[in-house]
């Protein structure tokens, strides 16, 4: 049966948008059959981040509006056969969605796919709300700062009253995912450590994505991090925490460079 699951937190810039795409490739190489969707109407990213932008020419909108089918919107990812994108509208705004177009976008998919992920906007408001609406599953994610955790503590909340899983009495599964993690700052206390953070959300950890300028480079590539740098402590993270997705036992840890010989030695790059 298909899985629904939204990546979301109510502070932007916290890497929602790079871990969707890194996460549905991680699954699509994994032999599952995955869309991505884009749920930020207006502020349409997740294209970009998955190179596709030069490809759409339907979107979330017009499917929901009747102006194309679904499958005419629908774009396939050409380095992962098993791996697809939705996008959202750049000319319109949130509220182009509606509670019955989404509901019949979301079940249309949960028959053509395995995982449908989407990509929820930052905050709370009607893009998010429809967003992580029809979720089975939640993926948090939030960077180790005060003010970050504290947005992500209210989302929780919401996955908790607003989704139809809470309406029917039933409890939303949730997971935490840790992005710009860095083990020095954290030990300098410069940022919250990780049992810190899950202290105060009290949700199970996914995974924790160090710091790293390969996902700044994917994203600009246009390639999920997991294709462009599968090798990269980010992709290695990832794909743990698409592992744990799916029910694997994967040890909990911060990947770090992979370091030859003469670096382990001399503690430090050889040009």
């Not at 160090?210 to 999920?224: C, I, K």
Request: with cysteine; glycine share 8%; proline share 5%.
């Amino acid at each position: 049966m298909a899985k629904v699951l939204v990546v979301t937190s109510g502070k932007g810039g916290v890497g929602k948008t790079t871990s969707t795409a890194a996460l549905g490739a991680a699954l699509a190489l994994a032999g599952q059959n995955v869309v991505v969707v884009d749920f930020d109407v207006g502020l349409r990213n997740l294209d970009l981040v998955m190179g596709a932008e030069r490809r759409v020419v339907f979107d979330l909108v017009n499917v929901i509006q009747g102006d194309a089918k679904l499958p005419q919107a629908l774009i396939r990812d050409k380095r992962v056969d098993t791996l697809s994108l939705l996008p959202a509208s750049q000319t319109r705004d949130k509220d182009a969605l509606t509670p019955e177009g989404v509901a019949r976008v979301v079940e249309e998919l949960r028959e053509k796919f395995d995982w449908v992920i989407c990509d929820s906007p930052a905050g709370i408001e009607r893009g998010a709300t429809l967003a992580m609406r029809h979720a089975d599953v939640a993926v948090v994610v939030t960077n180790p700062e005060v003010s970050s955790v504290r947005d992500s503590d209210r989302i929780i909340g919401l996955l908790d009253s607003k989704t139809e899983r809470a309406e029917r009495g039933e409890r939303i599964e949730k997971h935490l995912l840790l992005t710009r993690y860095d083990l020095g700052r954290a030990a300098r206390g410069e940022m919250l450590k990780t049992d810190d953070v899950l202290e105060i959300l009290s949700i199970p950890l996914l995974g924790i994505i160090p710091e790293s300028q390969e996902v700044l480079r994917a994203s600009n590539l246009g390639t999920p991090v997991t294709l462009s740098s599968p090798d990269s402590p980010p992709a290695r993270a990832y794909f743990d925490a698409a592992k744990r997705l799916r029910g694997e036992a994967v040890p909990m840890g911060v990947p770090e460079e992979k370091r030859g010989l003469v670096q382990r030695l001399f503690g430090r790059r050889v040009a």
